[in-house]
């Protein structure tokens, strides 16, 4: 049985209870004002390539910190371990999805490099602090996130296109949004998309590829922002023998305060 309806707003303990199996849910609304983030782990060559990927990519794709080959913790961001500390991971090999656990520790490899990027659920408190609705957070549901026709910066095997998440709100409510998420470069940053979807690939924007339906009420419009599942569209592309990533929705909570994406955090040491 697990915990996830109650909101933890301890980052520790909710990292505690990932450990123990007692939380595999999506994690926006939880972990308090903590810093979210996306996560990608490559091997080797696969991961020199993704670094550049990253670099070439900066908005679905913000460094947060690079962890050294072999090893899962990542100092910079707290007392983390990576192979137990987030929820659901998802396991790919050769680009097609094999499965997804919710441990990776006998999928370790000695020259895993792991690559933690900045998440939006990193600037949903600031909206909320705000006023703004954040729908998702309000019914309990995982963000909805679209594949769009926006296409990313190719480095080396690693392309595809751009993956959003979205926020409905009131017209009003996304001009602030705008000058809020501005101030978050490393979670993502401004919205790269307000109003008509199909404007971006979107067909259906009531069934996402990712995360679970939207609720989008009468007033409300679409706002969408880069979304850091993009690098599991890459994946698909690149097909790399072995790679792990989080299930979309389900982050590595972090013990970095979440007002640190409003600025390069140290640490951070590409390969």
Same mark, same amino acid.
């Given at each position: 049985?697990?915990?996830?309806?109650?909101?933890?707003?301890?980052?520790?303990?909710?990292?505690?209870?990932? !450990? @123990?199996?007692? &939380?595999?849910?999506?994690?926006?609304?939880? =972990?308090?004002?903590?810093?979210?983030?996306?996560?990608?782990?490559?091997?080797?060559?696969?991961?020199? @390539? /993704?670094? !550049? /990927?990253?670099?070439?990519?900066?908005?679905?794709?913000? +460094? +947060?910190? $690079?962890? @050294?080959?072999?090893?899962?913790?990542?100092?910079? +961001?707290?007392?983390?371990?990576? *192979?137990?500390? $987030?929820?659901?991971?998802? $396991?790919?090999?050769?680009?097609?999805?094999?499965?997804?656990?919710?441990?990776?520790?006998?999928?370790?490899?000695?020259?895993?490099?792991? /690559?933690?990027?900045?998440?939006?659920?990193? /600037?949903?408190?600031?909206?909320?602090?705000?006023?703004?609705?954040?729908?998702?957070?309000?019914?309990?549901?995982?963000?909805?996130?679209? #594949?769009?026709?926006?296409?990313? #910066?190719?480095?080396?095997? &690693?392309?595809?296109?751009?993956?959003?998440?979205? *926020?409905?709100? %009131?017209?009003?409510?996304?001009?602030?949004?705008?000058?809020?998420?501005?101030? &978050?470069?490393?979670?993502?940053?401004? %919205?790269?998309?307000?109003?008509?979807?199909?404007?971006?690939?979107? @067909?259906?924007?009531?069934?996402?590829?990712? =995360?679970?339906?939207?609720?989008? !009420?009468?007033?409300?419009? %679409?706002?969408?922002?880069?979304?850091?599942?993009?690098?599991?569209?890459?994946?698909?592309?690149?097909?790399?023998?072995?790679?792990?990533?989080?299930?979309?929705?389900?982050?590595?909570?972090?013990?970095?305060?979440?007002?640190?994406?409003? #600025? *390069?955090?140290?640490?951070?040491?590409?390969?």
């Amino acid at each position: 049985m697990t915990d996830q309806i109650r909101a933890i707003s301890s980052p520790k303990e909710l990292r505690a209870r990932i !450990r @123990e199996g007692r &939380f595999t849910g999506p994690t926006a609304g939880h =972990g308090g004002e903590a810093l979210q983030a996306n996560l990608v782990m490559l091997r080797g060559k696969d991961a020199q @390539e /993704f670094l !550049r /990927f990253c670099q070439a990519n900066p908005r679905p794709c913000p +460094l +947060l910190a $690079v962890g @050294e080959p072999g090893d899962p913790s990542l100092p910079s +961001l707290g007392d983390i371990d990576l *192979r137990h500390d $987030v929820p659901r991971y998802r $396991v790919w090999r050769d680009g097609e999805l094999e499965g997804e656990p919710t441990d990776i520790a006998d999928l370790w490899t000695d020259d895993m490099v792991s /690559f933690a990027l900045g998440c939006s659920f990193s /600037f949903e408190d600031a909206l909320t602090r705000a006023g703004i609705p954040v729908r998702h957070q309000d019914a309990g549901r995982n963000v909805p996130m679209y #594949r769009t026709n926006l296409a990313t #910066r190719p480095a080396g095997r &690693f392309s595809g296109p751009l993956v959003v998440s979205l *926020r409905a709100m %009131p017209a009003a409510d996304a001009i602030e949004a705008i000058s809020i998420c501005g101030r &978050f470069p490393l979670a993502h940053g401004a %919205p790269v998309h307000i109003g008509d979807p199909a404007q971006i690939g979107i @067909e259906d924007i009531h069934t996402p590829d990712y =995360g679970d339906a939207p609720d989008i !009420r009468p007033g409300d419009i %679409p706002v969408f922002w880069a979304c850091g599942v993009t690098p599991q569209a890459a994946i698909t592309t690149a097909k790399p023998a072995l790679a792990i990533t989080h299930a979309p929705g389900h982050m590595l909570v972090t013990d970095i305060p979440s007002s640190h994406a409003e #600025r *390069r955090l140290t640490g951070v040491h590409p390969a």
